[in-house]
């Protein structure tokens, strides 16, 4: 007799409920496994990897896209488009007036406007670094969103849906596209603001295409993702404590038949060990040679924007950047001008940058907030002139990645108030940015609850004027 026959081993110890019914007569448990089952086999995560049937691994897109990653800078609060990408110099004349038009006393543009680069396309004196780069930006002058509420427009901006919880457009891109880094996470969220982890996540999609914030660039390294460093195991003793959880779950996963949930659940396991090397490279600002820390500018604004082209440079599909503060009721040009100064040097540092790297070309950038400011004064009267919240009309643009730059697309009326040419909805903004990503917008779809959803929801055309 084999004594080895009788040892218990590993195995002994992975039981599932359903196995513990099934073997004492209650089989009925085992009915629900049919829609667990998958291909047979155990691929290492290196090879799941790299095959695609990691859910993280790189995934072909339905077409060639002409963008290969995404960086979102969302300027939560809603930016004055007539001070920032929609000049309106006639405004002026009706100083003074009601003007039933527009429910009030108009108040022009408190900044000049003036045509930059070869394309000409006019730029606000708020931003003379961005405007250095004209020529490969689409301004949009025609946006629209539903309702001129922030936390109802920021999720329609971020998620497609201002109600409903839905995945966010980086959740939707990893889901279409995966990962091209297995050491970092594929959506990274710079910064955050109103309505918080409701604008990454991934809903109803795997939680692998979940975002991962990270709050403060200018922290120490060790500290700007929380928990990635154990201060009680070193590297060695975290990897082979890893390795026998990895046992145990793999084992596991045998008996269920590899259930999706658990494999997800071990690669995320294996991410986060890896992440504590890479990762803390990536984040680390002061890699950077001086004169690239210096173009980007000392600041949390710049740090982001650096890391952000550091991230997808190393891999990282979808990266948004958040830049909140435009919610200007009062005091619009100093407040505007304020925090103009805080972005225009770090995202021109950015487009410089990646075209520097020739990454531009497949980097898609887009700017803008959840909607736009009235033409007239804000009717809460508080202190210095200020503008009130406004749906009907705002900008935004896009650079690089199959975009037309050196245009401006659509049009407002002569106060910016109402759309007259070209309206684009953010639902149209979503289409366009995953046809750049090489999706139809109308065939990237999730079937959940009995029914197939998809970013765009039941609307949405692709603005074929914007591509190159």
Not at 250 to 258: D, G, V
Not at 439 to 468: M, P, Q, S
Request: hydrophobic share 35%; proline share 4%.
């Amino acid at each position: 007799m084999d004594i080895r026959q009788h040892l218990p081993s590993s195995a002994d110890f992975c039981a599932t409920r359903r196995q513990f019914l099934n073997r004492f007569g209650m089989g009925f448990g085992a009915l629900s496994l049919g829609g667990l089952l998958s291909q047979a086999g155990s691929p290492s995560l290196e090879a799941a990897f790299n095959s695609g049937s990691s859910p993280m691994g790189p995934k072909a897109p339905q077409f060639p896209g002409t963008a290969k990653r995404v960086i979102h800078i969302f300027c939560q609060g809603g930016p004055s488009h007539i001070d920032t990408w929609d000049p309106k110099p006639g405004m002026a004349k009706y100083a003074g007036q009601d003007l039933s038009q527009i429910g009030g006393l108009p108040l022009a543009s408190q900044f000049a406007f003036k045509k930059r680069g070869q394309s000409g396309v006019e730029v606000s004196d708020l931003f003379p670094k961005i405007g250095e780069s004209i020529d490969d930006i689409a301004v949009i002058r025609s946006m629209t969103t539903d309702i001129p509420a922030h936390e109802f427009a920021t999720l329609m901006m971020n998620t497609g849906s201002g109600r409903l919880v839905k995945p966010s457009v980086g959740s939707w891109t990893l889901y279409g596209l995966g990962s091209e880094n297995q050491n970092l996470p594929g959506f990274v969220a710079l910064g955050g603001g109103l309505g918080g982890a409701n604008n990454w996540r991934s809903a109803f999609l795997p939680g692998a295409y979940q975002g991962t914030l990270v709050s403060n660039v200018s922290a120490p390294a060790e500290k700007i993702i929380a928990n990635i460093k154990s201060y009680h195991a070193s590297q060695e003793e975290q990897r082979k404590q890893l390795d026998l959880l990895r046992t145990f779950n793999e084992e596991h996963s045998e008996q269920l038949n590899r259930e999706a949930a658990l494999e997800s659940r071990i690669q995320s396991f294996e991410l986060a060990f890896k992440m504590q090397t890479e990762a803390m490279e990536i984040f680390d600002s002061s890699r950077e040679p001086q004169n690239i820390r210096e173009m980007y500018g000392d600041s949390e604004m710049g740090r982001r924007m650096l890391v952000a082209r550091r991230l997808v440079e190393n891999g990282v599909r979808f990266v948004q950047v958040w830049a909140g503060g435009w919610d200007h009721h009062t005091d619009v040009k100093g407040n505007l001008q304020k925090q103009a100064d805080l972005v225009d040097q770090p995202i021109g540092a950015l487009l410089r940058d990646l075209k520097q790297r020739d990454m531009l070309k497949d980097t898609l950038v887009v700017w803008g907030g959840e909607f736009g400011r009235t033409p007239r004064h804000d009717k809460g009267a508080r202190g210095e002139p200020g503008r009130d919240h406004h749906n009907r009309a705002f900008c935004a643009w896009m650079a690089g990645g199959g975009v037309k730059g050196g245009q401006a697309y659509g049009a407002t009326d002569e106060f910016g108030y109402d759309v007259v040419e070209n309206k684009v909805h953010v639902h149209d903004l979503h289409a366009t940015m995953l046809h750049l990503l090489g999706f139809n917008h109308e065939k990237l779809t999730y079937r959940y609850n009995g029914r197939d959803f998809r970013l765009t929801d039941v609307y949405g055309n692709v603005v074929k004027d914007l591509i190159a």
